[in-house]
């Protein structure tokens, strides 16, 4: 079981991001969650310098920018195995 | 009853006026590429370019005016300065640099200042660059100051994010430079570009009769600047409306690959970019459209644009582009639209004496009032400058206009709870009484300037004052230095 988590104050980016790796999980054809941090506190606690933010399994894979679905994919393919 | 129903026309009539004169060729030719800018610099300037100067190590001399400027870069919409605030605050370079960033992000965007620029007048726009980056660094030094053993408590972490090596690469300039040079070329009233170089007439009978409905339906006043709707106008009105329309399947989603409606959206804009270029005039045997230097500067710089982003561009990173250009222009043109509508619908409900009276002159007063007003009102990014068109027709000083420009988007209620909420009650509410000094201030001095007080005079008066506070800032470090501090934890550094 794969944990997304996706920072972002809710800003029409960090929406975008959490369609993204939706689709991207739907495309790894893995079991995850995906969770939407607005917490500011709580964002903070990883090491980011700019929403939005996507979290895997407890890793910052990207910040500060839309990361591409491809690149999603890979990212959770790697954390499966 | 009739009066009153008349009365209601009169406010809609008003408020379609300042709609058309705000759809206007000169401001769509500014607003467009001003667009087009910010999403380029959002997309393809990496935010590390600028973070990396703003790191815990970084020295002040560094972390400061890299604040002040990294807002150009950083900052085109409130949503992302709060998250780079809080970071810059608690892993970056501090309390001061955050304060800074913080301040002078709203006033230096792309959009906010040519905007500002072509609405309001070039020296305001420039004033409230100036001024607001000089005032930025001035507030953050002064929090840095009261604030300073606040920044020993801090966690020490050292932060990954703010390491990068990232650089802004060749193509990048080289992009971002004509887009600039669309938006120069657009707005930049000089002979080369406002002459006309040949003219085709369009055999269209009638179009003196649809201008003057066009006038009939909105009346204007031209003893007051007011331009009413032209014939060149609406034609910019209905491509508008086709670029939202195409737009809305073209681009929405243009991040996942381009589709017909992509390409039928952009060549809509280019389109409008062109003939918003050009100089129309109606008579009765059809449409005289005179093709000026502007309008073959703006074909070629374009063209210039598209060969860049196919020669040296992959296709994700144009569609990026793309796709943040499109979310401002959702995000912020329905609001301008609809806020420039209820400003003009407004306008005949005010009575010019009243604003005269309050803010009609360069004083103290009046420049407290115009950051009050700024406080307590919050507008939609960029609604703030038809507001302050506004005033400024209805005879406030440009004095206390900045000082309201300056203040609105720095202070609103909202904006000061969510920064308390990452730096404290304490800070923000110190900060918000800095941020009201300094925009009365910045008002009192632009007002001494377009009054005729010399310039070389108030620019040495802004040199000593920041130079003071950075005396008092290194001697307060010193001291602080010298005698290490017993007791740690201040009781409000909750945030």
């Known amino acids: 079981m794969i944990e997304i988590k996706v920072l972002g104050i809710g800003c029409p980016k960090c929406k975008r991001l959490e369609q993204i790796a939706q689709e991207a999980v739907t495309e790894a054809g893995v079991q995850a969650t995906i969770v939407h941090v607005t917490n500011m506190q709580k964002i903070m606690e990883y090491p980011i310098v700019s929403t939005p933010g996507l979290v895997i399994n407890e890793e910052l894979k990207s910040s500060g920018r839309l990361p591409r679905k491809e690149e999603v994919v890979a990212w959770i393919k790697e954390a499966q195995s | 009853m009739p009066d009153l129903l008349a009365r209601l026309a009169e406010l809609l009539q008003s408020g379609l006026g300042n709609l058309a004169a705000y ?278 710089v374009m063209a210039g644009a598209w060969y860049t982003a196919r020669r040296y561009y992959e296709d994700y990173e144009v569609q990026e582009f793309l796709w943040e250009t499109w979310r401002f222009v959702k995000q912020i043109f329905p609001l301008l639209i609809v806020g420039v509508f209820v400003v003009g619908a407004l306008r005949p409900l005010i009575k010019p004496e009243w604003v005269q009276a309050m803010a009609g002159s360069n004083t103290v007063w009046a420049n407290l009032v115009g950051v009050a007003f700024g406080v307590f009102m919050y507008f939609p990014t960029l609604v703030e400058v038809p507001i302050a068109n506004l005033f400024l027709s209805l005879g406030m000083h440009r004095g206390p206009l900045l000082a309201y420009l300056m203040s609105d988007p720095e202070l609103s209620l909202q904006s000061i709870l969510i920064t308390a909420s990452v730096i404290g009650r304490l800070k923000a509410w110190t900060y918000v009484v800095w941020v009201a000094l300094f925009s009365a201030l910045a008002g009192l001095i632009y007002g001494a300037w377009v009054d005729g007080t010399s310039l070389a005079l108030l620019l040495l008066y802004l040199a000593a004052g920041l130079a003071v506070l950075v005396a008092a800032l290194t001697w307060a470090n010193r001291r602080q230095k010298a005698r290490p501090i017993s007791v740690p934890a201040s009781a409000e550094s909750r945030g």
């Not at chain 2, 072509?118 to 000089?134: E, K, P, T, Y």
């Not at chain 2, 090596?165 to 406002?194: E, M, N």
């Not at chain 2, 952009?266 to 502007?294: C, E, N, Y």
């Open chain 2, 23 to 300: 759809l206007a060729a000169h401001v769509l030719l500014c607003l467009l590429p001003a667009f087009l800018i910010a999403g380029g610099l959002t997309a393809l300037v990496p935010k590390e370019s600028v973070t990396r100067f703003l790191g815990r190590n970084a020295p002040k001399y560094v972390s400061y005016p890299a604040a002040a400027v990294g807002g150009f870069v950083l900052a085109v919409c409130s949503c992302t300065i709060l998250p780079l605030f809080a970071s810059i605050y608690r892993k970056g370079a501090g309390l001061g640099p955050a304060i800074t960033f913080l301040f002078v992000g709203p006033a230096i965007n792309i959009l906010a200042l040519s905007y500002t620029g072509v609405a309001l007048g070039m020296d305001i726009a420039l004033a409230r660059l100036v001024l607001s980056i000089v005032f930025g660094i001035g507030i953050g030094l002064i929090m840095a100051i009261i604030f300073r053993r606040d920044d020993a408590t801090r966690d020490q972490n050292a932060n990954d994010g703010f390491v990068g090596q990232a650089k802004v690469s060749g193509r990048v300039w080289l992009f971002l430079g004509l887009l600039l040079a669309l938006l120069i070329v657009g707005t930049l009233q000089v002979g080369l570009f406002t002459n006309s170089y040949a003219q085709i007439t369009l055999p269209i009978a009638g179009m003196d009769r649809f201008q003057e409905t066009l006038y009939r339906w909105v009346p204007f006043d031209a003893s007051r600047g007011e331009e009413g709707v032209t014939a060149q106008g609406a034609i910019l009105i209905g491509l508008l409306g086709l670029i939202a329309l195409t737009a809305w399947r073209g681009l929405s989603r243009v991040d996942e690959g381009y589709n017909r409606w992509t390409w039928v959206s952009l060549g809509l804009i280019a389109l409008t970019l062109i003939v918003a270029a050009t100089r129309m005039a109606p008579h009765a045997g059809g449409l005289d459209i005179q093709l000026t230097g502007k309008m073959f500067g703006v074909i070629a």
